[in-house]
């Protein structure tokens, strides 16, 4: 078995076509958050288990748990799963 940590820091500048909102019109223009100055981190932890029985000889199962936070407020979890085997 092997657990494997894991961290991310990312930082963005907006571009230069975003605002929150716009008063007119613009040949370009974005409101999209994703497109703006944020920083976000994302902690993980994944587990593997190799060499499993199932569902033939040598297996392994992945397993992972992510969590992510932007300083705007967007958060999400999501969970992983995976599996190989030899042919």
Do not use: C
Request: a negative charge.
């Amino acid at each position: 078995m092997s657990i494997e940590p894991s961290y991310r820091y990312y930082h963005q500048d907006e571009s230069r076509y975003y605002a929150p909102a716009f008063d007119e019109a613009q040949a370009f223009q974005t409101s999209d958050s994703d497109l703006g100055d944020f920083s976000g981190q994302k902690v993980g932890l994944r587990v593997v288990l190799p060499d499993r029985p199932w569902p033939r000889r040598n297996s392994d199962f992945d397993f992972g748990l992510h969590y992510y936070h932007r300083d705007d407020d967007i958060d999400m979890f999501w969970l992983m799963f995976g599996i190989s085997f030899p042919y």
